[in-house]
Antibody
Framework: QVQLVQSGAEVKKPGASVKVSCKAS????????MHWVRQAPGQGLEWMGW????????NYAQKFQGRVTMTRDTSISTAYMELSRLRSDDTAVYYC????????????WGKGTTVTVSS | QSALTQPASVSGSPGQSITISCTGT?????????VSWYQQHPGKAPKLMIY???KRPSGVSNRFSGSKSGNTASLTISGLQAEDEADYYC??????????FGGGTKLTVL
């Protein structure tokens, strides 16, 4: 079945970087854009950016430009989101989601990766 | 890019209908028919309920419907059921390959 499997929870210190992976299965990885969305504890959803797995092209929300890098490895159908210079307010659940007709999130979501930033 | 505006909470009794609004600007909701709605239960990933303003993905109940007028989109849930109790988020394309979410609405089924 179609699914996105994300990497496990991370604990990082302020100033460090984190790289979250999202492995796709059950569909053609290069056929669908991938969004990254995060959710801080008790807060709403926040769109971070997306990647075209076919070309590698990306677009990031202005808020994250300069700190986020989205990449992919088509040989293993995996997308990555790396966030650098972490701050405590980056503590959140990070989701990958397969785009569906320009929906901003998508029809298939990973279960989320919890990233905790704490000294 | 500012978040779209949603009411913090709405409530309704089983069997009733409720509507959740999502107000944006002429740069996002008002300019594109790319508004989507997500349902999120506690501790779970969001689920796509509506895309392109009013279309339902396969498997989503026809009790859920979407519409748009000007800069405001709406999600209507008819025949409320206990399992509809969740957080709901709207999302709109905002141009230049950017998207923006609403702040979320907590639906309580009384």
């Amino acid at each position: 079945q179609v699914q996105l499997v994300q990497s496990g929870a991370e604990v990082k210190k302020p100033g460090a970087s984190v790289k979250v992976s999202c492995k796709a299965s059950g569909y053609t990885f290069t056929g669908y854009y991938m969004h990254w969305v995060r959710q801080a504890p008790g807060q709403g959803l926040e769109w971070m950016g997306w990647i075209n797995p076919n070309s590698g092209g990306t677009n990031y929300a202005q808020k994250f430009q300069g700190r986020v890098t989205m990449t992919r490895d088509t040989s293993i159908s995996t997308a990555y989101m790396e966030l650098s210079r972490l701050r405590s307010d980056d503590t959140a659940v990070y989701y990958c989601a397969r785009d569906y007709y320009g929906s901003g999130g998508g029809d298939v979501w990973g279960k989320g990766t919890t990233v905790t930033v704490s000294s | 890019q500012s978040a779209l505006t949603q009411p913090a909470s709405v409530s309704g009794s089983p069997g009733q209908s409720i509507t959740i609004s999502c107000t944006g600007t002429s740069s996002d909701v008002g300019s594109y028919n790319l508004v989507s709605w997500y349902q999120q239960h506690p501790g779970k990933a969001p689920k796509l309920m509506i895309y392109e303003v009013s279309k339902r993905p396969s498997g989503v109940s026809n009790r859920f419907s979407g519409s748009k007028s000007g800069n405001t989109a709406s999600l209507t849930i008819s025949g409320l059921q206990a399992e509809d109790e969740a957080d709901y988020y709207c999302c709109s394309y905002a141009g230049s390959l950017n998207w923006v979410f609403g702040g979320g609405t907590k639906l309580t089924v009384l």
